[in-house]
């Protein structure tokens, strides 16, 4: 890779590559936690672009507005869908497409389907927070790296990650355990939201605008993003860290794709298709190969308790 496009290592392409990625991984984190628990949510990509519009909105009245407006917003609609799913166990896909249909609609209401761009308000700092540094690193960046390793530790040191893990495909089992199983669907699908109009604020911070168009088919991104990273789609395992490195990889090839002179957009789609359904089909090998491992185990135990028991009939 280096020695066919020796720019690819230089500082420049790798700041540009991060950059990229930070828009994105805010996304990939919040349904990190709701595919931990066998969820799917299919309506950041549409509450990512709300978020940027509320966020370019809000900034005329001040940076503080512009942040909090859209994590507000973002976060109610993740906290209804939360609500619904936790209550009525409602198959989140369908929850969620609602939620997707939902902020869209609302999207296209205060744009007047997209007649009307909101430009962030120069005079509210909002704008320059994106395209600012610290330590060689943009701000968003660190953003980033904060959010995840604030992560990391909910996920391995707290009782509500290891509610989320423990309920991944086994909802009923983990709430038989005691453990508060709809809480935690509750606030994993609003802290999805909550991220998601982070991540749409961030990007309109970074562009100076709130764009309509934006987050079309991001959701697919970002579920791709967590997949590559080694989460489990049915729920159960997986790790915040595996979703930060997943949409690095998937900026990593979009740069590629681009040094290629493959610039239809189209390209990226179909390589990131085919790197989802590689890693699928390699968690449902390895899912069976363990499945099968732990089968075998157990008819060993099995067998050696009845050989136990054959022995000491025999004796006595």
């Known amino acids: 890779m280096f020695f066919a496009f020796p720019t690819f290592g230089t500082a420049g392409n790798l700041f540009q590559i991060a950059t990229q990625a930070s828009f994105y991984a805010p996304l990939a984190l919040g349904l990190t936690f709701v595919i931990f628990t066998g969820g799917i949510d299919l309506s950041v990509g549409s509450v990512y672009a709300l978020g940027g519009v509320l966020a ?153 605008s709130g764009v309509t168009t934006l987050g079309v088919g991001l959701e697919l991104t970002a579920i791709s993003a967590v997949v590559l990273g080694g989460t489990v789609l049915t729920g159960g395992a997986g790790t915040v860290f595996g979703s930060l490195a997943g949409i690095t990889l998937l900026q990593v090839v979009a740069n590629l794709i681009n040094r290629l002179g493959l610039t239809n957009s189209n390209w990226q789609t179909v390589v990131n298709g085919a790197l989802l359904a590689a890693v699928a089909v390699a968690q449902v090998y390895l899912s069976r190969v363990q499945a099968k491992g732990a089968r075998a185990e157990t008819a060993a135990e099995a067998a050696q308790a009845r050989s136990s028991n054959v022995a000491t009939d025999r004796e006595e």
């Open 56 to 208: 370019a909105w809000g900034s005329q009245y001040g940076f503080v507005t512009a942040l909090l407006l859209p994590l507000a917003v973002c976060g109610a609609i993740g906290l209804v869908q939360g609500l619904i799913v936790a209550q009525t166990l409602v198959p989140a896909f369908i929850v969620t497409l609602g939620g997707l249909l939902f902020a869209r609609g609302l999207l296209l209401f205060l744009t007047q389907e997209g007649a009307v761009t909101f430009a962030v308000d120069p005079g509210s700092g909002f704008g320059a927070f994106a395209g600012g540094q610290l330590f060689g690193l943009g701000h968003n960046v660190w953003v980033v790296i904060i959010l995840f390793l604030v992560g990391v530790v909910i996920a391995r040191r707290t009782s509500y990650g290891a509610t989320l893990l423990a309920a991944g495909g086994q909802l009923d089992a983990a709430s038989l355990m005691g453990l508060p199983v709809r809480r935690s669907l509750i606030i994993a699908y609003s802290s999805s939201g909550a991220l998601a109009g982070l991540a749409g604020a961030m990007t309109a911070s970074y562009t100076g």
